[in-house]
């Protein structure tokens, strides 16, 4: 088990900015990818971004590119996800994910361990 705790959710304005921190426990962070998602009401959880254990490389989603910084500590066992210029079509439940391999993918099903989910919401 790789237990996982997101934080850092909250209320934003149009245009503000937010860091989630997810912290993990219990195994080699490096040894495994990490991504995050997220899920509006009514709809499907969709990949955001992610970064690789050791070579700490990333991906992002079309709709956050140029806004969002996927980033990892692994001395603290903790990756983060710098929120810049959120728009009200980026509230949803944000989930922190691993996967037991170095590699970040893209897909939901690749992920074994998740977090209990923050919420964030941007206000117009």
């Known amino acids: 088990q790789v237990p996982l705790v997101e934080s850092g959710g909250g209320l934003v304005q149009d245009g503000a900015s937010l860091r989630l921190s997810c912290s993990a426990s219990?195994?080699?962070?490096?040894?495994?990818?990490m991504a995050w998602f997220r899920q509006a009401a009514g709809e499907e959880r969709e990949f955001v971004a992610g970064i690789g254990g050791v070579w700490s490389n990333t991906r992002y989603a079309d709709s956050v590119k140029g806004r969002f910084t996927i980033s990892r500590d692994n001395a603290k066992d903790t990756v983060y996800l710098q929120m810049n210029s959120l728009k009200p079509e980026d509230t949803a439940v944000y989930y922190c994910a691993a996967r037991p391999s170095p590699g970040a993918t893209m897909f939901e099903s690749d992920y074994d361990y998740w977090g209990q989910g923050t919420q964030v919401t941007v206000s117009s």
């Open positions: 219990g195994r080699t962070f490096t040894n495994y990818g």
